[in-house]
Nanobody, 119 residues
Framework: QVQLVESGGGSVQPGGSLRLSCAAS????????MSWYRQAPGKERELVAS????????TYADSVKGRFTISGDNAKNTVYLQMNSLKHEDTAVYYC????????????WGQGTQVTVSS
């Protein structure tokens, strides 16, 4: 069974920075990608950034391009989300997702970590 453990959330003023971490247990060789999603109150969950395990290709939501950076450490089975120049609208619960292929595609989710941007 795959488990994702997130850390690094908290409160920060506008313009500040935070780094989220997501550590995955389980069989790394079958993991295709890891992603960060977020969900603000009253809104749908949205993709923030993703990274492919092999090759490291990344994808970002337009709203975070140039401010957020996703990176991975395959040796540690960990993905990071460096968030700079944070804005009020970045306030949300951030979730880590890992996608595996084991004959079919399977997604696992972390428990979520709160990020609050407030002055």
């Amino acid at each position: 069974q795959v488990q994702l453990v997130e850390s690094g959330g908290g409160s920060v003023q506008p313009g500040g920075s935070l780094r989220l971490s997501c550590a995955a247990s389980g069989f790394a060789f079958s993991r295709l990608s890891m992603s960060w999603y977020r969900q603000a109150p009253g809104k749908e969950r949205e993709l923030v950034a993703s990274i492919i395990r092999t090759g490291g290709r990344t994808t970002y939501a337009d709203s975070v391009k140039g401010r957020f950076t996703i990176s991975g450490d395959n040796a540690k089975n960990t993905v990071y989300l460096q968030m700079n120049s944070l804005k009020h609208e970045d306030t949300a619960v951030y979730y880590c997702k890992a996608t595996y292929y084991v004959g079919n595609y399977v997604n696992y989710w972390g428990q979520g970590t709160q990020v609050t941007v407030s002055s």
